[in-house]
């Protein structure tokens, strides 16, 4: 069996009884921190669940992921992953791989923060549109997708939660804007960056996209959501209280 | 201090450790099952925590709020809620009340649907565009808003989350289908339809929606997802592996 357990936002005290007692069942954990990059490691991941955890590189994964399948005819393999599995298509394709092969996969979800947003920045789960990444470069093209699919939220007045680069290393919201700003007019646009998600030192700050940019979030992780150019009066209050929104952001209230 | 703790998906064991951590440590500690029904009681809560669990009603969350918040200055009350919380604008109404009025808020975040649908049905999560709730007709009036939702998310080729109406009673799928039906032409429409997810028997059925109406889903709680008019071909594979999808489903691959 082929067991994907989320360990959820951020640190290992994140997973829920359910995945902690999985885990523990099974005959073989491993850890992998390529599609997210929380407050997580293996030796605290070790302890917890009493055995050791072996860390699984991107082609563990993906190009030689037959290995881990075969392993798991005969065996109880757990694959932790940072926040709710199957959110990234490796796991999907993964699962879809041991379905195939005849292995039985279970999934035990944990917290996200395509649900968290909501409870960290007080936005409307109905107002969020599409998502995007913001990628690195790639051979010096900077994609315009994010800049697209904010522009086509925005017309049916749609936030847009955008997840930052992890590679080479964890993108921060002031390259990301500027990524942004070189594709699109997107300045003036309000938008909530959010760092480290989930811990006791997040932080979470609401303004102008140009003075996101110059302001100090600290380590990673990091993310992005820039807001539909009309927000509900309770969007603006949360963000008030809970993300240091300026008072000029009163403007867009419906 | 106020904390609000995610239970999770389905059941007691959904919480996370550190969820379970604050419960325990807190003063006291109530459950609220009004913004969502999933398969959890105040019973199960206190056994697991080691102490008595209260239920909130929703006047004791909206029009009296105000006796748990001043009840929160001087202890640290605990309120569960299923899901992830602030997903709701009941809580985000009371933390904004409680900062107000200078009482420390902490939220500990769970497993949701909002996440949970990705590994549940192998959609893309950049495919999703705006959610909408299914409600009951309001003085035989149904309202046309996620039929207006689907329609504007299929013109950008993306997939539209469906919440079906708790109230007075949890909706299902073929209520929801039929609904949907009065008021737009949406029979032809792909749709995945889930049943209890995060339990041991989920029901997972992907096809489209004049047949998911006639499908037997069982018990609630349910919920709805209609396809972008163009899938991919790994969604497309999920669906045939996990959704037991027909093979005509095929035609929308891209």
Known sequence: MLIFIGTGLWDAEDISLKGLRYARSSDEVYLELYTSKPNIDTDSLSELIGKEVG??????????????VEKAKERDIVILVPGDPMVATT????????????????????????????????LHIYK?????TISYP?????????VDVIESNRKINAHTLLFLDLHPEPMKIDKAISLLE????????????????????????????????????GDPMHILITLSPRIHFMEFEYLREFADAPDTLEKLVE
Do not use: W
Not at 105 to 116: D, R
């Open 55 to 68: 860390l699984l590189s991107r082609s563990d994964l993906e190009e030689n992921s037959r290995y881990l």
């Open 128 to 132: 969020f549109g599409k998502s995007a």
């Open 182 to 217: 070189q594709v699109g007019n997107v300045s003036e646009y309000y938008g909530v960056g959010i760092a480290r998600a989930g811990s006791e030192n997040m932080v979470v700050k609401c303004d102008k996209l140009k003075n996101l940019k110059e302001f100090d979030f």
């Open 91 to 122: 796991h999907t394709a993964l699962r879809v791989e041991a379905k195939k092969r005849g292995v039985k996969t279970v999934i035990i979800h944990s917290s996200s923060i395509l649900s968290a947003v909501c409870g960290i920045t007080g």
């Open 138 to 146: 790639y051979r010096e093209k900077v994609s315009k997708t994010p």
